[in-house]
Nanobody
Framework: QVQLVESGGGLVQAGGSLRLSCAAS????????MDWYRQAPGKEREFVAR???????NYADSVKGRFNISRDNAKNTVYLQMNSLKREDTAVYYC?????????WGQGTQVTVSS
């Protein structure tokens, strides 16, 4: 069983920063790629960033240069540092991983960017 628990969301002004955390249970964390997705009101869930088990990263074009994904394998935690936030970054952010042919999602954490 894999459990993902996000934290760190909140209300921030445009141009500000937030850091999201996703704590993963289970021993699979070290060997798994970890993703962040987000879903804005009335929109489909979209990919934000990925970090592989070896530390390679990739990002959605909309967040490149502003967001940074990292992981701490000792803490079974993946982070999403979000800088220069824009109103369009407002969404519920979800942590995701896939293991043993199953998809695992966290419960989500709300990020609201005000103007």
């Amino acid at each position: 069983q894999v459990q993902l628990v996000e934290s760190g969301g909140g209300l921030v002004q445009a141009g500000g920063s937030l850091r999201l955390s996703c704590a993963a249970s289970g021993s699979i964390f070290t060997n798994n790629a970890m993703d962040w997705y987000r879903q804005a009101p009335g929109k489909e869930r979209e990919f934000v960033a990925r970090i592989t088990s070896s530390g390679s990263t990739n990002y959605a074009d909309s967040v490149k240069g502003r967001f940074n994904i990292s992981r701490d394998n000792a803490k079974n935690t993946v982070y999403l540092q979000m800088n220069s936030l824009k109103r369009e970054d407002t969404a519920v952010y979800y942590c995701y991983t896939r293991w043993n042919y199953l998809n695992y999602w966290g419960q989500g954490t709300q990020v609201t960017v005000s103007s």
